[in-house]
């Protein structure tokens, strides 16, 4: 880990700087929208909105090479893909007649689709690897910028209306008579999702933010007594998770992304174990 | 509008405007007709209990005043107001609340969200706060507002939600069967609680135990699809079976308290 240390401070190694500020700023985000993402159990739709991404990650890819829209970042293009796939998972949940879990799936699988076929048709090699499951030199300074921003947004909502949406996520019904919003709030929550999501997905990827998204905040609600506490405890086991898991991964030599999330898992596993011999 | 104007409502009339106002209301779930043509009025102070067997349409009765469901005919009014506006100066105590026991939050913090509303922003108000645990005392849970909600019994839930519902500084108050899932001491004590609040506020219980309606409220409301309002007094035995669509002997052991036997419906 020393070397991990000294590699942090070293001029030519700006990705590893880089790789540690996106996880950092990252994990506030996800931390606070992965709490009620946890709290109101909808994994199984973030996990859906996740997928989608590389749907506008392939097509941004496409359009910059083909159609020489260099300024379509593939981060704006897996930011667009987020919402659209957001707002249409949330319709089908509160109003669609269809089976709603068949309809995620469809969503989930055309994403990938459309994103594998796009990358398949872009001139010049790409790795779709690199993008399910995260490489950290694929973290610029504008991946910093839009997670700065991005995340900023989100905490500004959730200030805003952490009240409203936690009403919502416990008793709906009740929220709606009090005259709050119901449906406009889990779309919000849907749609903060899909902004927290797009923040570490060059670092992590696709596939694995989805446990990072999950996993601290069921670690924390293993002890929290408040969704306050859940949702600080989140933040700063994220934080712990991407520091140590970059750490690991530098001085092992090991991918990052898996590294944070079988570190996240690992600590998971004992917090569920230490809970239940204590509980005896 | 007067309860004179309707045909199927045998109550005094008032002045003034009425709490609730259900006028020719009609509502089906697909072609299965629940409630037809209901007509009533019911003003501010009045405690009123709806009874009626399973399937009755008690429960549907509550969210067309809600204004969770829309009547396929006529018209509700909440304080001369159409059912969702007039719904926010509604408290409404759920027969049972559908939650997840791992959801972090503590009573206090259910009772808090009967303090919210669309322009609810930021943070909790230390008034509000202090209304959240002023309801809560009222409600004898002045010791357990730390505890977390899941780990409370079925009648302290169920004086969680009633604290919710009052710290809305409620008009009227919903109660959907509130003693259905505790015990007789829970219930006991829950029933207290709602008699020392009194006053001004309007009180519509729906409940399915007769001794309980004949002993705690002056007007009921049936409801079989049918809707019709009584005085409790004239509550018969033929009233009873023609709602319930079975015999229910009934005791008269006061003038103010009627026991029923075999007459304890779930609904």
Redesign the interface.
């Known amino acids: 880990m020393i070397d991990f240390f000294r590699a942090l401070f070293d001029p030519d190694l700006v990705f590893l700087r880089n790789a540690l500020l996106l996880g950092l700023i990252g994990s506030i985000p996800l931390g606070a929208v992965g709490t009620f993402v946890v709290?109101r159990?909808i994994s199984y739709l973030a996990a859906a909105i996740a997928h989608s991404v590389l749907g506008g990650i392939g097509a941004a890819l496409y359009a910059r090479e083909v159609w020489g829209f260099a300024w379509l970042h593939p981060m704006l293009g897996a930011l667009i893909a987020a919402l659209i796939a957001a707002s249409v998972i949330a319709w089908v949940s509160l109003r669609s007649q269809q089976r709603e879990d068949a309809v995620i799936g469809a969503i989930w699988v055309t994403g990938m689709a459309i994103g594998l076929l796009f990358i398949s048709r872009t001139p010049g090699y790409l790795d779709p690897m690199a993008y399910l499951f995260g490489d950290i030199l694929l973290v610029t300074s504008a991946d910093l910028w839009i997670a700065g921003v991005v995340g900023t947004l989100i905490l500004v909502i959730l200030?805003?209306?952490h009240?409203?949406i936690?009403?919502v996520?416990?008793?709906s019904?009740?929220?709606?008579?009090?005259?709050?919003?119901a449906d406009r709030m889990y779309l919000l929550l849907l749609l903060l999702t899909a902004l927290t999501v797009v923040t570490l997905v060059s670092l992590v990827g696709i596939v694995l933010v989805i446990a990072l998204l999950t996993l601290p905040p069921a670690i924390a609600?293993l002890r929290?007594?408040?969704?306050g506490?859940?949702l600080l405890c989140s933040i700063a086991l994220t934080a712990s998770f991407v520091f140590l898991g970059l750490g690991f991964s530098y001085t092992l030599n090991f991918p990052t992304g898996p590294t944070i999330i079988l570190l996240a898992a690992l600590v998971y596993l004992l917090g569920n174990t230490v809970k239940r011999v204590f509980s005896k | 509008m007067s309860d004179s104007a309707h045909s199927n409502c045998e109550c005094q009339a008032h002045a003034g405007e009425p709490v609730v106002c259900f006028e020719g209301v009609s509502f089906s779930y697909g072609h299965n007709l629940i409630i037809d043509d209901a007509d009533f009025d019911i003003y501010q102070g009045e405690s009123v209990c709806v009874i009626g067997p399973n399937g009755g349409g008690k429960s549907t009765l509550l969210k067309l005043m809600l204004g969770l469901l829309v009547p396929d005919r006529g018209e509700i009014r909440l304080f001369g107001e159409p059912a969702q506006l007039g719904r926010t100066r509604v408290g409404y105590v759920p027969q049972q609340i559908e939650f997840d026991p791992l959801f972090p939050v503590s009573a206090l913090d259910v009772a808090l969200m009967g303090r919210l509303s669309r322009g609810s922003f930021g943070f909790v108000s230390k008034s509000d706060r202090a209304m959240a645990q002023d309801a809560l005392a009222k409600m004898g849970l002045a010791d357990q507002a730390k505890a977390p909600f899941a780990s409370l019994s079925g009648g302290q839930r169920q004086a969680v939600l009633i604290a919710r519902a009052l710290v809305a500084q409620t008009e009227l108050l919903l109660l959907d069967e509130p003693t259905a899932h505790v015990d007789v001491a829970a219930e006991e004590r829950l029933m207290y609680s709602l008699k020392k609040l009194g006053g001004e506020l309007t009180v519509i219980t729906v409940s399915h135990d007769l001794a309980f309606v004949s002993r705690s409220v002056p007007k009921v409301v049936c409801v079989n699809r049918c809707v019709h309002v009584h005085p409790t007094a004239k509550l018969t035995e033929a009233r009873i079976r023609e709602i319930y669509g079975h015999e229910v002997r009934m005791v008269q052991h006061d003038h103010e308290h009627l026991d029923s036997h075999g007459g304890h419906h779930h609904g």
């Not at chain 1, 019904?173 to 919003?181: N, P």
């Open positions: 709290a159990r200030l805003l209306w009240r409203q936690v009403a996520c416990f008793d019904e009740f929220a709606a008579i009090r005259g709050v919003h609600s929290a007594r408040s969704l506490q859940m």
